[in-house]
């Protein structure tokens, strides 16, 4: 980097956190809603630049252009895209119910609907989930990106990242990051087009780029695709929805924006933007992979992740390049900073004050909150120098212990109203134990085709699914057998409308009806 570039970098971040902190002040007598949930006062714009931001990180620009320039071509975009329909149909269906019932977290919820001990055990395989593996991997791909393109040693790198994130995380809370977010935001869809565009130049233009990887312009790959195996067509439509009710309706890390809405308005039309701006990933993220693997194909060889960050160091220019980098630098910051607030917002509320200290005063709570944040970025730095090369798929297939038994949980409660509460404990704790089984059934080789032929590989998103037919046909039974005398009633927030807005009905349905038309156009 040159100084002018650095000059650009150290300047964003400046006033990236200058202006997150100042908004987000710490006033006397600071409750949990204004640290963990920034005064459910955040107006839809925030809340979708904000999704974004969170959403799209060195996950995305190291691992899933990554996973582009290999084997799977534009057909990865397709979880960023079904991301955008179910974001949507989850703004009108499940936002409404979640916001009225006014709680802090998800698990919270589970106990108005089943016990505490179903609570307790969502909590924990949350925390677990975004410390051992989300945090990990965001701090791994975050350091990569910073190797690259500056020679920061991964080690390093990882406790760079680690520090500016925690910084403003352990601050301002929820709020903090929320307004971070909204600059961070831009600068990375402004970033990744200005990517797209100087590589589709380097590439020979459009015509020249798609003429040369048709094979590679597709959503849905099929039988002899080289990248088949590791997202067959099917589980796009057969299994995926399960992951993204999960990632877009029950997960912390994404919802606490939205329980953080100012009205049920500005909470639905913030997810529905965040699905309408996610449709740039193709563009901004995936294509600019398999640009560089393309024109630089030597330097990929050994590691595919390097892809992005390949791209801007040899064709962004001077001053725009520190533009770029503070960007990608933002998002990966960004990302870890929401993992770090939804991880101790679930350990401080769910954990420690429903079970270890119920007369917790919010002052005690908030400062549980702060150190967890940096307890768990200490264990982050320590443990993603260990991960390797493919570091996306590592992320979904390990979300597979956690997306069947959250899913049917969750349905359970809406579709099953009647469910016993030992039905969501059964169901939660019965998911990794399910998952943990098929996993090492697939590996042993122990599912046989009609040919009586070992099946190599039964796709984790496959399952996924069979663990939640299970899991849903379990809590049937249970239902069946034991039926509650009557349904649960949840808590009401009076403050809150109960009607969805016309508008946001027909957003959502110009939404979906874009990701119709990509699938259409890439087929």
Not at 64 to 74: E, K, R, S
Not at 123 to 149: P, Q
Not at 422 to 437: F, K, N, T
Not at 472 to 477: E, K, L, R, S, T
Request: positive net charge; charged residues 10%.
């Amino acid at each position: 980097m040159t100084p002018i570039d650095l000059a650009t970098f150290v300047f964003f971040f400046l006033v990236v956190i200058g202006v997150s902190l100042w908004k987000s002040r710490p006033r006397r007598g600071e409750s949990e809603s204004d640290y963990f949930l920034g005064g459910r006062s955040l107006t839809w714009p925030i809340i979708g630049i904000s999704i974004v931001a969170a959403n799209i990180s060195s996950e995305q620009m190291v691992g899933m252009a990554g996973a582009g320039a290999a084997n799977q071509g534009l057909a990865v975009a397709a979880w960023q895209l079904m991301g955008s329909v179910f974001i949507s149909v989850i703004a009108i269906t499940l936002l409404p119910k979640f916001l009225r019932a006014g709680i802090y977290t998800m698990p919270e919820f589970l106990e108005y609907r089943y016990n505490t001990a179903t609570r307790s055990a969502m909590a924990f395989i949350t925390v677990v989930i975004y410390v051992g593996v989300l945090l990990t991997a965001v701090l791994y791909t975050g350091a990569t990106a910073l190797k690259i393109l500056v020679g920061i040693p991964m080690g390093t790198g990882v406790w760079i990242i680690g520090t500016i994130g925690t910084l403003y995380a352990a601050s301002g809370g929820l709020k903090a990051i929320a307004y971070a977010d909204l600059i961070q935001g831009l600068a990375l869809l402004i970033g990744g087009m200005m990517v797209f565009f100087l590589g589709l130049d380097a590439s020979g233009g459009w015509s020249e780029f798609s003429t040369e990887n048709a094979g590679k312009l597709k959503l849905l790959l099929f039988k002899g695709h080289p990248g088949y195996e590791e997202l067959p067509w099917h589980t796009v439509f057969s299994s995926m929805w399960i992951v993204m009710i999960y990632y877009c309706g029950l997960n912390q890390f994404i919802v606490q924006r939205n329980l953080a809405a100012k009205t049920l308005r500005d909470g639905q039309l913030g997810m529905i933007f965040a699905g309408a701006l996610w449709l740039l990933v193709p563009f901004a993220i995936v294509m600019p992979g398999i640009m560089a693997a393309n024109l630089y194909p030597d330097q990929l060889a050994a590691k595919a992740d390097a892809a992005y960050p390949t791209l801007i160091k040899h064709l962004v220019g001077n001053g725009l390049r520190g533009f770029i980098f503070a960007a990608i630098a933002g998002a990966i910051v960004s990302t870890l900073a929401s993992l770090l607030n939804s991880s101790s917002t679930i350990a401080s509320i769910d954990i420690y004050q429903r079970l270890i200290n119920p007369k917790a005063r919010d002052q005690q709570i908030v400062t549980l909150g702060r150190v967890l944040t940096v307890v768990f970025v200490v264990l982050g730095c320590i443990t993603a120098p260990l991960l390797t090369d493919g570091v996306f798929g590592f992320i979904q297939q390990f979300q597979g212990f956690i997306w069947p038994g959250v899913v049917a949980a969750f349905l359970g409660a809406f579709l099953l109203p009647r469910a016993p509460a030992a039905s969501g404990l059964v169901v939660l704790l019965g998911g990794p134990v399910l998952y943990s089984g098929f996993q090492i059934a697939t590996q042993q080789g122990l599912f046989k085709t009609v040919l009586n032929e070992p099946l190599f590989k039964m796709h984790y998103l496959s399952q996924v699914l069979a663990c939640f037919g299970i899991l849903f046909a379990i809590m049937i039974a249970m239902t069946v057998a034991h039926p509650l005398p009557e349904p649960r009633k949840l808590p009401v927030r009076e403050d809150i409308a109960n009607e969805t807005d016309p508008v946001v009905k027909i957003a959502a349905g110009l939404v979906i009806a874009a990701v119709a038309v990509l699938f259409l156009v890439f087929r």
